[in-house]
């Protein structure tokens, strides 16, 4: 599966754009794609610490690892984690 994602800048926008990269949507694709593989590196690292530490077997390839450490609980979305934060906090009486 595959998202697309669109997104509108101003004129103003778009031209600091064009000055720092020749193609705006071929910069705005690397950088989506290059943080996404940041954050799954972090995630599958965690992973199989967590596995083997738990003598839990590592599923096979990248989109698996991600995916169990998902079902896992090992990697939450941010929306998950901010709710938690706000759940702790109010209990804590924040």
């Not at 705006?24 to 083997?52: F, G, M, Y």
Request: charged residues 20%; hydrophobic residues 35%; glycine residues 6%.
């Amino acid at each position: 599966m595959s998202h697309t994602f669109n997104i509108t800048v101003t004129d103003t926008e778009y031209k600091g754009l064009q000055s720092s990269a020749v193609s705006p949507q071929t910069w705005i694709e690397n950088a989506a794609t290059n943080e996404a593989r940041i954050e799954n590196d972090k995630i599958i690292s965690a992973l199989v610490i967590h596995c083997n530490e738990n003598n839990i077997a590592i599923a096979v390839g990248r989109d698996a690892q991600v995916t169990q450490a998902f079902s896992l609980g090992i990697a939450k979305t941010a929306e998950q984690r901010q709710k938690e934060f706000e759940d702790n906090w109010k209990a804590s009486g924040g």
